[in-house]
């Protein structure tokens, strides 16, 4: 089945810095990629979504990138702010579902 | 409009003991998931419901059982609990399939001692 890689699992950065999240994903058909960011104790809420017909997509502060090639895609936030503090989860699809990576804790230092 | 509606927000039981988790979507989707979530591991599939009245296995199906009772609701049931089972619940739909965003509930906490 799909196996999805999320690194890293911690990252801390100050205010104003960049955060870059990398996931890579192990099946080939999988052309759906999400990431969902969650604050503690809510649910986890969707930021931006790719699929594998574009190589990369912008949302203001934030973008994803992805290389099918290399089975790999990212999530890079600009000018990070102390609300951007959460768990971010990178995910792929298999089939008819949704495969997570583990996680990664992103702290903006004020 | 309320999304993803799970029911309840926090349970005890002890073990042995059985529940049902309820979950509805007034978006008119048709897929549903359950999923757990666990400290370092992320989500996790229980099981999902691509339409009304189809159901299939996720990753960690053991232990559960569930319902797609009409094309709102989804239930999950835990016939016998265990402390393993101990962990957030969370129920998601989409549209279609999970080629389209997938809508979370708020997460039911579950404690089994």
């Known amino acids: 089945g799909e196996n999805v890689e999320q690194h890293p699992s911690t990252l801390s950065v100050q205010e104003g810095d960049s955060a870059v999240i990398k996931c890579t994903y192990s099946d080939s058909a999988s052309n759906y990629f999400p990431w969902y960011k969650q604050e503690l104790g809510k649910r986890p809420q969707l930021i931006i979504d790719?699929?594998?017909?574009?190589g990369e997509k912008k949302d203001q502060r934030i973008a994803v990138t992805l290389n099918k090639t290399a089975k790999h895609f990212s999530l890079h936030i600009t000018e990070t702010q102390p609300e951007d503090s959460a768990v971010y989860f990178c995910a792929a699809n298999q089939q008819r579902a949704l495969t997570f990576g583990s996680g990664t804790r992103l702290q903006v230092q004020p | 409009n309320a999304g993803v509606t799970q029911t309840p927000k926090f349970q005890v039981l002890k073990t042995g003991q059985s529940m049902t988790l309820q979950c509805a979507q007034d978006m008119n989707h048709n897929s549903m998931y359950w999923y757990r979530q666990d400290p370092g591991m992320g989500l996790r599939l229980i099981y999902y419901?691509?339409?009304?009245?189809?159901?299939d296995k996720g990753e960690v199906p053991n232990g559960y059982n569930v319902s797609r009772l009409n094309k709102r609701e989804f239930s999950l049931r835990l016939e016998s609990a265990a402390p393993s089972q101990t962990s957030v619940y969370f129920c998601a739909s989409s549209e279609v399939d999970p080629n389209q965003p997938q809508h979370f509930g708020d997460g039911t906490r579950l404690s089994i001692l």
């Open positions: 419901s691509a339409s009304e009245g189809t159901t």
């Open positions: 790719i699929r594998s017909n574009v």
